[in-house]
């Protein structure tokens, strides 16, 4: 690790081989996310679902045909239009940041007469799906989000109906509309913790507008993220498949070869705009409890913890003392959540929560997302390679809040050094530091300028603008701190606690094979 006292900038690029598509078309204007539109209420005891939450038969069922499928299916498949309409968007800001000769000529508003212009109206189109009789159907948040007005037409006779929004979950990309009817086809309703890869599923819905259509193909994978997600989303949980989905597809129904919903389409990852193969749709149980909680609430409620969290990696397993690579590290706590009281510490793996195994950072996001606040939920941990027994009461998810960061760098290099965590240039906090990478007052450490790409501390994630806090959990004050314990960690598992963009996390450089 090096020193030095003045800091490089970089220029950071990156190309993209593939684009995440979202199968709808969306408009511009948003409004609050999960606010009801229309004055009746509705309970969750409403909402009287078909559930089938057997697995599929995966014996002897070989097909040469699902046309009986699809004609229980298709009714229940909704044709969405929405309409935006044109909108006047104001001019610039006042010139000269508002001098008082200038209000003369521009007034106080602060805009400059002229300069706005009138968007256009919109159109869009998408699909959902008929969960109950009485008219609650599930859509995409993108299909819906800013519309001014909103109709459904049912298949396959085309009656169409005014929708009112219900309510809005951008976190999930989920939405609720209904209309007013009665004795419509709901769907049957599966249970998609039981989809496996390699089972069978339909996709029906309205590509491109040409009307309703049904592509085949199997589960490709479960549990995916996705690479280059749209701002807002946050909870994770799609199912991949190779089933054709296209723009139109947004809020259509995937459905396993008995017919029922395990899934609502939601995007693509292509090339040029079209299927390509990998399609994604949200798993029905995570938008089940999204419904739910929309209906009975009027917006989602979620669980809160209270804790930033990360992925096992194989090196941080060896640090850490694990056995594998499942479970979820805790890197930081907010204060006073329920995460502090039930006595969490940074550094504690979390193995089971609620008496469910947690795969990783994002599997434990999810379950604590779908739990009722005041709930007590028994956490299993590993604290120093020890288990550990925790009760945890959540509270409410605050609207600005986070279960999880997982956040991801950029590039550089380093001059040559000695000790460990070679390749790594570091300099002290000064106040232009601070308040270019927006540290904290209170926080010390040494901030990363450099790190060699060809370096284990590059491997293992560690990126210009962080700041190092802990070093094989001794606190670091300043850079030469951080250098006098480096100097004696040479060919070394380095544990390192750093600070990015808001939130603490771990990283561990392992140099025992340099």
């Known amino acids: 690790m090096n020193q030095r006292n003045s800091l490089s900038r970089q220029a950071r690029a990156a190309l993209l081989a593939s684009v995440l598509l979202l199968a709808g078309a969306g408009v511009v204007f948003t409004q609050a996310a999960g606010a009801r539109e229309n004055d009746k209420e509705f309970k ?48 610039g800001p006042m010139p000269f940041g508002g001098h008082p000769f200038f209000r003369e000529f521009f007034g106080d508003n602060g805009n400059v007469p002229g300069r706005g212009f009138q968007t256009p109206r919109q159109d869009g189109l998408g699909s959902g ?24 037409a049912l298949n396959p006779d085309g009656k169409e109906y005014d929708a009112k929004v219900v309510g809005r979950d ?25 989809v496996e890869v390699g089972d069978v599923v339909l996709a029906v819905g309205n590509p491109f507008g040409v009307g309703q259509t049904v592509t085949m193909g199997i589960v490709g994978a479960t549990s995916r993220a996705v690479f280059g997600r749209p701002a807002g989303l946050e909870y994770e949980d799609f199912i ?3 089933a054709a989905i296209n723009p139109g597809n947004s809020g259509g129904a995937l459905v396993d070869a008995q017919g029922r919903l395990i899934g609502i389409n939601t ?17 029905v149980n995570l938008a089940r409890s999204v419904m739910e909680s ?57 193995t089971q929560y609620d008496g469910r195994h947690v795969r990783d950072s994002r599997h434990l996001k999810l379950m604590v997302g779908q739990t009722a606040p005041d709930k007590e939920v028994a956490l299993s941990i590993l604290r120093d390679g020890k288990p550990k027994q925790l009760q945890v009461v959540l509270r409410e998810l605050p609207e600005d809040g986070k ?29 232009s530091v601070r308040q270019q990478y927006g540290v904290p007052r209170e926080l010390t450490g040494a901030l990363v300028n450099e790190v060699d790409e060809d370096s284990a501390a590059w491997k293992a ?15 670091v004050r300043d850079a030469e701190a951080a250098i006098d314990v480096a100097q004696s960690l040479e060919n070394a598992l380095i544990r390192l606690r750093v600070w990015r963009e808001g939130a603490n996390r771990f990283v561990v450089v392992d140099e025992t094979k340099s």
């Open 267 to 283: 995007a693509i990852m292509s090339r040029g705009g079209g299927n390509n193969g990998v399609g994604f749709a949200v798993p």
């Open 44 to 91: 969750a005891k409403d909402l009287k679902l078909n559930l089938d939450s057997q697995p599929v038969k995966r014996e002897g069922d070989l097909r040469a045909s699902f046309a009986p499928v699809i004609k229980g299916v298709s009714p229940s498949v909704v044709n969405v239009f929405t309409t935006t309409k044109a909108r006047r968007v104001e001019g």
């Open 461 to 475: 994630g560690l990126r210009p603008g962080d700041v190092v806090v802990e070093i094989n959990r001794q606190p």
């Open 129 to 152: 799906v008929i969960l109950t009789e009485d008219g609650f159907i599930l859509t995409n948040n993108h299909v819906v989000d800013g519309a001014d007005s909103i109709k459904v």
């Open 403 to 431: 279960l999880a960061s997982m956040r991801r760098g950029g590039p550089r290099s380093a001059e040559s050094d000695t000790g460990g965590l070679q390749g790594v240039v570091v300099s002290d906090l000064n106040p």
């Open 240 to 242: 991949q498949t190779d």
């Open 294 to 350: 929309i209906v009975e609430h009027g917006r989602v409620v979620r669980g809160f913890l209270g804790v930033n969290i990360q992925d096992v990696t194989p090196a941080m397993a060896k640090e850490f003392g694990l056995q594998d690579t499942v479970g979820a590290i805790v890197a930081d706590i907010t204060p006073k959540s329920p995460a502090e009281k039930a006595g969490m510490e940074p550094g504690d793996v979390v």
């Open 170 to 194: 951008p976190k999930s990309d989920l939405a609720v509309i209904k209309v007013e009817a009665e004795g419509l086809a709901a769907i049957p309703v599966g249970d998609s913790d039981v």
